[in-house]
Structures are given as structure tokens and as C-alpha cells.
């Protein structure tokens, strides 16, 4: 089992920033893809930022250029630095992990509340 402890969350006005933190501890393959997706009252799930365990990130367009995606492979921890925020923004962001040890396994995090006031 793997556990995800996310941290970082808060009320920031428009334009702000805050830094999301999720650390994950248990049966942690070498191998995987950390992320970060959130959901707003009303809508669905959606991909915010992912990165792999070699680095590579990938990002919705809706945040490019404005969030950046880091991981501390040594400490099973994965960042999310958000800038430049805008109200629709506001969600609750979920830490996601993905790894595949002879068939796929996903986890996620108890979630985090981002409220950006405009």
C-alpha cells in the first residue's frame, strides 16, 4: 500500500502563489509517475500536472507557464509551485501516484483546498 500526505493548501488573493507538497511512504516502486489533478464544485476530476521519476512533466494548458512540477525522488516527494493565481484556480488538489509492478496501481491523496479570492 502506499500512503500521500498532502500539504500546502490555502486562500491566496488573485495573482498570488502558493507551493503544494505531497510525500508518499509505503510500498514505493522505483519507477513511477507522481501528479497532482484537482476538482472544482460542480466538475470533474481534471489532470493538472504530472511528472516521472526521471523528471519529465507534463502540464495542462490551462497552467503552463504559471505552475511548475518538481519531485524529490530521494524523499518520495513531489511540488507543485502555483503563481500567478486566478480565481479558477479554486479546487481541491489531489496528489496522485502511479506505478506499475506487474499491473498498474493508482493512489490518491486525502485532497487539499486552494482558494484563490479575486
Known amino acids: 500500500q502506499v500512503q500521500l500526505v498532502e500539504s500546502g493548501g490555502g486562500l491566496v488573493q488573485a495573482g498570488g502563489s502558493l507551493r503544494l507538497s505531497c510525500a508518499a511512504s509505503?510500498?514505493?516502486?522505483?519507477?513511477?509517475?507522481m501528479g497532482w489533478y484537482r476538482q472544482a464544485p460542480g466538475k470533474q476530476r481534471e489532470l493538472v500536472a504530472t511528472?516521472?521519476?526521471?523528471?519529465?512533466?507534463n502540464y495542462a494548458d490551462s497552467v503552463k507557464g504559471r505552475f511548475t512540477i518538481s519531485r524529490d525522488n530521494a524523499k518520495n516527494t513531489v511540488y507543485l509551485q502555483m503563481n500567478s493565481l486566478k480565481p479558477e484556480d479554486t479546487a481541491v488538489y489531489y496528489c496522485?501516484?502511479?506505478?506499475?509492478?506487474?499491473?498498474?496501481?493508482?493512489?490518491w491523496g486525502q485532497g487539499t483546498q486552494v482558494t484563490v479570492s479575486s
Open positions: 509505503g510500498s514505493i516502486f522505483s519507477i513511477n509517475t
Open positions: 496522485n501516484l502511479q506505478q506499475r509492478v506487474f499491473k498498474d496501481y493508482e493512489y
Open positions: 511528472i516521472t521519476t526521471g523528471g519529465r512533466a
